[in-house]
């Protein structure tokens, strides 16, 4: 569809709310924002370090973009899952081959909507990055190739030192390329995008060291 949704009251809320906090208190930057598609649906990865990971990747579209993101089932008790909903999450059941919510993550990036992804699945130690990184999973690239939607490299860093007021960098990339992979069956070439995807991240993390 052509255009993006507008957000809900409640995530104008929330957003809101939480933007003096990240604005003033993280002293958040974002760079990059060019890169964005101004309308329509996309696919939005980063590293991930922290729970609050979906935060600094969406003040910076406040209030014109509307990011959804995966959040644990278990998290959606009352009234924590109130505002989880509100500030843009949908279930997914880890630990299980979630297809319910991998069908409503393509749905929400075809009716135009930003799906925020990270390929990382689990939050890193620390935030470090480690020496040896099990293989990303594989949902953000075959939520961009089964859609048609472009896939958005991110870094975000900060996260992990919340409780030092450390300062929040988010830098949005370049669209990672996989026109050369669109119209091949998902699964044989899912893997190919989510490493070049992960390429992207890494050098966008590299750039906040």
Not at 31 to 51: D, F, I, K, Q
Not at 183 to 190: I, K, L, N, R
Request: proline share 7%; glycine share 10%; no cysteine.
């Amino acid at each position: 569809m052509s255009g993006h949704p507008r957000p809900s009251v409640a995530y104008l809320v929330v957003g809101g709310l939480t933007w003096p906090l990240l604005r003033i208190a993280y002293r958040l930057k974002a760079t990059g924002l060019e890169h964005l598609p101004r309308e329509g649906g996309y696919v939005l990865s980063a590293n991930h370090t922290s729970s609050f990971d979906p935060w600094p990747l969406a003040i910076p579209l406040y209030p014109r973009r509307f990011l959804r993101f995966m959040a644990k089932s278990e998290l959606f008790w009352p009234p924590l899952g109130w505002l989880i909903k509100g500030g843009g999450g949908f279930k997914v059941r880890r630990g299980e081959k979630d297809t319910t919510a991998i069908e409503t993550a393509e749905q929400l990036a075809r009716d135009g909507y930003v799906v925020v992804m990270f390929p990382e699945g689990t939050r890193r130690a620390k935030g470090l990055r480690k020496k040896r990184e099990a293989r990303a999973h594989t949902g953000a690239a075959r939520i961009a190739l089964s859609t048609g939607v472009p896939l958005i490299p991110a870094a975000i860093s900060g996260t992990d030192r919340l409780m030092r007021f450390a300062k929040l960098r988010v830098v949005y990339g370049a669209p990672v390329d996989v026109d050369d992979l669109r119209g091949q069956p998902v699964s044989d070439v899912a893997q190919e995008a989510t490493d070049r995807l992960m390429v992207a991240i890494y050098a966008l993390e590299d750039t906040l060291a």
